[in-house]
């Protein structure tokens, strides 16, 4: 299986700033049909996961354009130009390139 | 919009089965691939099982392969997760999710609130 891994694991951040969370890869996610299935979700307090960016950089309806995402092979990141109040939660990585689907183990963003 | 409401979790006994139903509405339900996908309690998220638009293809997390039986009705707009020896290692909240448009490979673009079920004696 292909083990995700993000980094940190939480960070508190002050309203406007930015932040950024980094997903590893135990394996090259590209897939030889020339994608690269990796994908970032928010799961808000009490709710369910929202996509917010597949295929590394690609923002899903409805996203902000203060959530970016970037990488290749197994180095991915994601960045939030200006954290708000709305965006606490955890955030996961998840790869589809191989099956079992896998997740990182979370990222748990706070507000400062 | 994608509405997908889960039903069928409860408390059940280890070894016993449960089958749980996703009624899905407002996108096209028969040309979409779907997931399920777990949650224990305070922990993250596991992938359980994906089923293609028409069934052809399956594919399951090996924690669940072999007891777990994913399927769907599209004249009913329903996807199904049959559960059977279950252990309390399965005790979680299970989400149903609609693939992102394109191949067997994309991840969940929208997923339901989910249906917690208590594995216990």
């Known amino acids: 299986d292909i083990v995700m891994t993000q980094s940190p694991l939480s960070l508190s951040v002050t309203p406007g700033q930015p932040a950024s969370i980094s997903c590893k890869s135990s394996?090259?996610?590209?897939?030889?049909?020339?994608?690269?299935?990796l994908y970032w979700y928010l799961q808000k307090p009490g709710q369910s996961p929202q996509l917010l960016i597949h295929k590394v950089y690609n923002r899903f309806s409805g996203v902000p354009d203060r959530f970016s995402g970037s990488g290749s092979g197994t180095d991915f990141t994601l960045k939030i130009s200006r954290v708000e109040a709305e965006d606490v939660g955890v955030y996961y990585c998840t790869q589809s390139t191989q099956f079992p689907v896998t997740f990182g183990q979370g990222t748990k963003l706070e507000i400062k | 919009q994608v509405q997908l409401v889960e039903s069928g979790g409860g408390v059940v006994q280890p070894g016993r089965s449960l089958r749980l139903s996703c009624a899905a509405s407002?996108?096209?339900?028969?040309?979409?691939?779907m997931h399920w996908v777990r949650q224990a309690p305070g922990k993250g998220l596991e992938w359980v099982a994906v089923?293609?638009?028409?069934?052809?293809?399956?594919f399951y997390a090996d924690s669940v392969s072999g007891r777990f039986t994913i399927s769907r009705d599209n004249s009913r707009n329903t996807l199904y997760l049959q559960m059977s020896s279950l252990r309390s290692e399965d005790t979680a909240v299970y989400y149903c999710?609609?693939?992102?448009?394109?191949?067997?490979?994309?991840?969940?673009?929208?997923w339901g609130q989910g249906t917690l079920v208590t594995v216990s004696p």
């Open positions: 089923i293609s638009y028409d069934g052809s293809n399956i």
């Open positions: 394996q090259s996610l590209l897939k030889s049909d020339g994608k690269t299935y």
């Open positions: 407002g996108f096209t339900f028969n040309i979409y691939g």
């Open positions: 999710a609609k693939k992102y448009e394109g191949s067997i490979f994309e991840a969940p673009d929208s």
